[in-house]
Each structure stands twice: as structure tokens, then as C-alpha cells.
Antibody, heavy 123, light 111 residues
Framework: QVQLVQSGPEMKKPGASVKVSCKASGYSFSDYGISWVRQAPGQGLEWMGWISPYNGNTNFAQRYQGRVTMATDTGTSTVYMELRGLVSDDTAVYYC?????????????????WGQGTTVTVS | QSALTQPASVSGSPGQSITISCTGT?????????VSWYQQHPGKAPKLLIY???SRPSGVSDRFSGSKSGNTASLTISGLQAQDEADYYCSSYRVRHTHVLFGGGTRLTVL
């Protein structure tokens, strides 16, 4: 079945970086983009950005530009999200989600498959 | 403060219908047919219910329906069931700056 499996929980100190992985299976990896969404404790969802395994294009939410990097490894069908300069407000559950947008972010058609989430604690 | 505005909570009795609103601007909801809705149970990942305003992914009950008028999108749940109790989020595309906006979420209580 189609699934995204994320790496385990992380505990980081302020100023550090965190790298979260998201391994896809059950579908053609290069046919869909991957978006990252985070959710702080008791808060709503926030879109962080997107990467295309097809052409490597990325698009980041304005507030994360310069602080986030996304990369893909087509050999292992894995996407990575790295967030630098962590502060306590970055404490959140980070989700990867399959995104039908593949080439450039000219539209949005919903995120149809989600990973289980990775808890990142900054303290 | 979220970019899209949703009511914090709604409630309804089993069998009833409820509607959750999501208000944006003419730069996001009002400009495109790219509105999605998600259901999230506590401790779980969100689940896509509606995409492109009115479309349902395979496997999503037809009790869930979406619509849009001007800068406001709506999710209607008919025939409320106990398992519908969850948080619901809308999202919309925007051309400039941050491309995907989410609402603040609405907690649905089934009485």
C-alpha cells in the first residue's frame, strides 16, 4: 500500500539543526512531490515547503526561507527535510505528505498521503 | 493568527448536518479552486477529505461535501456520526509568498 514512513523522534538544543527523513513506498516516487507540514503542540497545521523528486525543484514558505533545506534520494525513495537554527518555538510534530504537484508550484490539489509524524523537541 | 479563518468549534447531534466555514481573501480562496479540507483525530496524522473545493478522494464518505462562494469555503458533514468528532482544517493555494495556507482548525463535537 501507499505509505510514507518518517524517522524517529528528535531532541535538540537551541541553535542546533535537525534532519527528518520520509521514505515513500507503494507508488512511483518520481510521480509526486512531497510537502512538509508542521504542527506545534495544541496548534494548527503549517505548510513549510515542497520538493519535487522529479526535477529537484523546491518551494519554501516565506518564514522558513534560508533556514530549511529539502533533498531527495531517488535511489531509496526518501525525502529529507533539514531545519537549522532551532529555537524552542520549533518544537512540533513534523509531517511529510504526498503532493500531486510535480514540476513547479502553480497549484495545490491537496495532500493525499501523510507520514506518521516526527516529534522534534527543542530544549 | 492563521491566514484562513475558521470557527474554533462547532457541535451537532448524531444524524444532524453541520457546516464549517473557512474565510480567506481574493488572493487565495477567492482566486482559485484549490481549497482542501482535512480531518485530524487526536494524535493522528491529518486525512484528506476534500480537494479542489468539491472533489472527494477515493474512500472518503459522501457525507462530506465542499463548496465555495467568493472568499469563503465551506465543509458540510451530513448524518453526523460519533467518529466524526475531530479537528477539521481548510487549506488554500496562494500565488505569492507562501503557497499553501491553512486555517486555524475547527473542533467538531458530536453531542
Amino acid at each position: 500500500q501507499v505509505q510514507l514512513v518518517q524517522s524517529g523522534p528528535e531532541m535538540k538544543k537551541p541553535g542546533a539543526s535537525v534532519k527528518v527523513s520520509c521514505k515513500a513506498s507503494g507508488y512511483s516516487f518520481s510521480d509526486y512531490g512531497i510537502s512538509w507540514v508542521r504542527q506545534a503542540p495544541g496548534q494548527g497545521l503549517e505548510w513549510m515547503g515542497w520538493i519535487s523528486p522529479y526535477n529537484g525543484n523546491t518551494n519554501f514558505a516565506q518564514r522558513y526561507q534560508g533556514r530549511v533545506t529539502m533533498a531527495t534520494d531517488t535511489g531509496t525513495s526518501t525525502v529529507y527535510m533539514e531545519l537549522r537554527g532551532l529555537v524552542s518555538d520549533d518544537t512540533a510534530v513534523y509531517y511529510c505528505a504526498r503532493d500531486p504537484v510535480l514540476v513547479n508550484y502553480y497549484y495545490h490539489s491537496g495532500l493525499d498521503v501523510w507520514g506518521q509524524g516526527t516529534t522534534v523537541t527543542v530544549s | 493568527q492563521s491566514a484562513l479563518t475558521q470557527p474554533a468549534s462547532v457541535s451537532g447531534s448524531p444524524g444532524q448536518s453541520i457546516t464549517i466555514s473557512c474565510t480567506g481573501t481574493n488572493s487565495d480562496i477567492g482566486a482559485f479552486t484549490y481549497v482542501s479540507w482535512y480531518q485530524q483525530h487526536p494524535g493522528k496524522a491529518p486525512k484528506l477529505l476534500i480537494y479542489e473545493v468539491t472533489s472527494r478522494p477515493s474512500g472518503v464518505s459522501d457525507r462530506f461535501s465542499g463548496s465555495k462562494s467568493g472568499n469563503t469555503a465551506s465543509l458540510t458533514i451530513s448524518g453526523l456520526q460519533a467518529q466524526d468528532e475531530a479537528d477539521y482544517y481548510c487549506s488554500s493555494y496562494r500565488v505569492r509568498h507562501t503557497h499553501v495556507l491553512f486555517g486555524g482548525g475547527t473542533r467538531l463535537t458530536v453531542l
